[in-house]
């Protein structure tokens, strides 16, 4: 079993960055596949970044590409997410999730989740 928790979040104003991170808890953090997922108020839950367990793949979803990196440090049992040239529509709880197999975009083959961090992008 795993454990994460978010921080990082926070106001930021449209075009600026942030850095999300996530800690995870245990000595086997390496073995999960880790994801960032997202979701707006009065919308659902949507995938943002995957990254594998050793951190060489990763894919992201179009909405955030080219904007957004996910990366991984095993070392520090850490997954972060940078945030780049941030828009209102980026505006959302964001939360990382962990699961034993293949990256993956869909939320529910994710195991274990944080609680979330706030992202708010004004215009």
């Known amino acids: 079993q795993v454990q994460l928790v978010e921080s990082g979040g926070g106001l930021v104003q449209a075009g600026g960055s942030l850095r999300l991170s996530c800690a995870a808890s245990?000595?086997?953090?390496?073995?999960?596949?880790m994801g960032w997922f997202r979701q707006a108020p009065g919308k659902e839950r949507e995938f943002v970044a995957t990254?594998?367990?050793?951190?060489?793949?990763?894919y992201d979803a179009d909405s955030v590409k080219g904007r957004f990196t996910i990366s991984r440090d095993n070392a520090k049992n850490t997954v972060y997410l940078q945030m780049n040239s941030l828009k209102p529509e980026d505006t959302a709880v964001y939360y990382c999730?962990?699961?034993?197999?293949?990256?993956?975009?869909?939320?529910?083959?994710?195991?274990?989740w944080g609680q979330g961090t706030q992202v708010t992008v004004s215009s």
């Open positions: 990254i594998s367990r050793s951190g060489a793949s990763s």
């Open positions: 999730a962990a699961r034993l197999g293949y990256m993956n975009s869909r939320e529910g083959e994710y195991d274990y």
């Open positions: 245990g000595r086997t953090f390496s073995t999960y596949t």
